[in-house]
């Protein structure tokens, strides 16, 4: 019974570039949540989705940040041009509804050089 | 809206003695209230939680408190070991019923 996966663990972009990170939720869970870790801080929530919607996005910044959770394939979080300030761990969790248990996966550590 | 306080931000203990960590909130609203335990370089791996309806939970050498009236819960871990190492998180969950709001972590040290 896999757990929630994430890739790639480590992802290093340059100024500017692309970065993007895909999670695959737990078996059975359809709910997919995005938090970011900063050093030694707390996770700060990010963006909640269900299958082909987005519920809410209010954690996240308006500009270069995107999200998607399509009805086939693993949630993305994209982060367009990134800059340094972006260098952080991305945490992504599941459930298998609203209401419940979060269940966290590993993480993608971005590195903005 | 949420926000949660935690104490303290390091904590050391010797093997086999015990450990308590404590959060403080601000909203009433606030409805759940899981624990999680960060081991470096993974995720947080939730180890036990309670809701509002309830004042204890037990599970093994793990336990959580909590005090509607004061707005605080906290952790305890009896008889410690070194593998309790970790950084442990509060968070909460309120009228959203979706959206955890995290304290700032514990670094917990079991010295063996």
């Known amino acids: 019974n896999a757990g929630v996966m994430q890739n790639p663990r480590h992802l290093v972009r340059r100024r500017g570039q692309e970065a993007r990170l895909r999670c695959s939720p737990m078996?059975?869970?359809?709910?997919v949540y995005w938090y970011r870790q900063l050093p030694e801080e707390g996770l700060k929530f990010m963006v909640y989705?269900?299958?082909?919607?987005?519920?809410?996005e209010s954690g996240m910044p308006k500009e270069r940040f995107s999200a998607e959770f399509p009805k086939e394939g693993p949630s993305i979080l994209r982060i367009q041009q990134v800059v340094r300030g972006d260098s952080a761990a991305y945490f992504c969790?599941?459930?298998?509804?609203?209401?419940?248990?979060?269940?966290f996966g590993p993480g993608t550590r971005l590195t903005v050089t | 809206g949420e926000n949660v306080e935690q104490h303290p931000s390091t904590l050391s203990v010797q093997e086999g003695d015990s450990a308590v960590i404590k959060c403080t909130y601000s909203?009433?609203?606030?409805?759940?209230f899981p624990w999680y335990k960060q081991e470096l370089g993974k995720g947080p791996q939730l180890i036990i939680d309670?809701?509002?309806?309830?004042g204890e939970k037990k599970d093994q050498r793990i336990a959580v408190t909590l005090n509607k009236t004061a707005k605080h819960f906290s952790l305890h871990i009896t008889e410690t070991q070194p593998e309790d190492s970790a950084v442990y998180f509060c968070?909460?969950?309120?009228?959203?019923?979706?959206?955890?709001?995290f304290g700032k972590g514990t670094l917990l040290t079991v010295n063996p």
């Open positions: 309670i809701r509002s309806n309830v």
């Open positions: 078996k059975g869970h359809s709910h």
């Open positions: 909203d009433s609203a606030s409805n759940y």
């Open positions: 968070a909460l969950r309120g009228g959203s019923n979706y959206k955890l709001t």
């Open positions: 969790a599941s459930s298998p509804a609203r209401g419940y248990e979060q269940y």
């Open positions: 989705l269900q299958k082909e919607n987005i519920i809410d």
